[in-house]
């Protein structure tokens, strides 16, 4: 079946503009992670949607960071005002979530994000 | 909250021999633990995961212990081969069943190299 996705896979922004980067998850599952990757680096956690619960958002570096993920599906995840440091690879990943259980996250290809 | 530690951060074997990475958790109250292999360029997949009910599984040459007690698992490679070479990331998750659900911590990732 149709994995992750993500779009756009490459993009390239000057500095101080505003970027909208999408992820659709895999059908039927309700919980949504997004995630940073510098280059070299490890899985930075940024924002976590689980059904209809509040999100959990502890992970946005910044007030200029964004999510919304409608009718528990596609998410999107906006930068404002972009920043050179903000230059990275965006993952999302998706998985079932059931209570106390998790269960193995399905990573998308990433978005690799160069700011100019 | 959860706090996820890698050992090493590098690992250079020769082809053929054993390969080990250690992960250490310190919230009790986590009960999954996935590794991830994530080759240069592409995105994080599971190679292998266990839950806290079972010491060890095995996955032809992969496999992994967990000490509960001690907070800490472990991903065992046997006979190494040159693609084998990555960067595996350990995680910990589960169990709160607190609003929104489960997150994952990631360890900060071992570079694996296979030397030929």
């Known amino acids: 079946g149709a994995g992750v996705s993500q779009s756009p896979s490459n993009k390239v922004t000057e500095k101080g503009k505003d970027v909208e980067l999408r992820c659709d998850p895999i059908?039927?599952?309700?919980?949504l992670y997004w995630y940073r990757q510098s280059l070299g680096q490890g899985l930075e956690f940024l924002i976590y949607?689980?059904?209809?619960?509040?999100?959990?958002k502890s992970g946005l570096p910044s007030d200029r960071f964004s999510a919304e993920r409608t009718g528990g599906s596609v998410s999107t995840l906006t930068i404002q005002r972009t920043q050179q440091e903000d230059s990275a690879v965006y993952l999302c990943?998706?998985?079932?979530?059931?209570?106390?259980?998790?269960?193995?996250?399905?990573f998308g290809p990433g978005t690799r994000l160069t700011v100019t | 909250g959860e706090n996820v530690e890698q050992h090493p951060s590098t690992l250079s074997v020769q082809e053929g021999d054993s390969a080990v990475i250690k992960c250490t958790y310190s919230d009790s109250a986590s009960n999954y633990f996935p590794w991830y292999k994530q080759e240069l360029g592409k995105r994080p997949q599971l190679i292998i995961d266990?839950?806290?009910?079972?010491g060890e599984k095995k996955d032809q040459r992969i496999a992994v212990t967990l000490n509960k007690t001690a907070k800490h698992f472990s991903l065992h490679i046997t006979e190494t081969q040159p693609e084998d070479s990555a960067v595996y990331f350990c995680?910990?998750?589960?169990?709160?069943?607190?609003?929104?659900?489960?997150?994952?911590?990631f360890g900060t990732g071992t570079s694996l190299t296979v030397i030929p």
């Open positions: 059908s039927g599952h309700t919980a």
């Open positions: 266990i839950r806290s009910n079972v």
């Open positions: 990943a998706s998985s079932f979530s059931g209570g106390l259980v998790s269960y193995e996250q399905y």
């Open positions: 995680a910990a998750s589960g169990g709160r069943g607190l609003s929104p659900g489960n997150q994952f911590y």
């Open positions: 949607f689980q059904g209809n619960s509040a999100p959990d």
